[in-house]
Nanobody
Framework: QVHLVESGGGSVQAGGSLKLSCEGTGYMYCLGWFRQVPGKEREGVAIIRSDAFTQYTDSVQGRFTISADNVNKTLFLQMNNLKPEDTAMYYC????????????????WGKGTLVTISS
């Protein structure tokens, strides 16, 4: 049974940084961070494959870094130079099929942590 728990969200001003954590990952072929704002679809932010390949959505490229600690079964998302448009509920997810931003390829989801960026 995989139980993912996110933490690290909060409220910061634009230009600030936050580091999200997701505990309970275990071994997964693909781990990812997604985000969602009310009224919009959940979107992929960053993914990391078991061979350490990473991919980012264009809007966070160069600002966010995804990493995984497989020993401690924790996924991280370092977020720098945050912008108001980064405000969202952030979810971690894990899957075994493929590594991309397709939501249905992820079998396990956390309940989310809220990130609020003020201008």
């Amino acid at each position: 049974q995989v139980h993912l728990v996110e933490s690290g969200g909060g409220s910061v001003q634009a230009g600030g940084s936050l580091k999200l954590s997701c505990e309970g990952t275990g071994y997964m072929y693909c781990l990812g961070w997604f985000r969602q704002v009310p009224g919009k679809e959940r979107e992929g932010v960053a993914i990391i494959r078991s061979d350490a390949f990473t991919q980012y959505t264009d809007s966070v490229q160069g600002r966010f870094t995804i990493s995984a600690d497989n020993v401690n079964k924790t996924l991280f998302l370092q977020m720098n130079n945050l912008k108001p448009e980064d405000t969202a509920m952030y979810y971690c997810a894990g899957g075994w099929i493929s590594c991309d931003f397709i939501l249905t390829n992820f079998h396990f989801w956390g309940k989310g942590t809220l990130v609020t960026i003020s201008s």
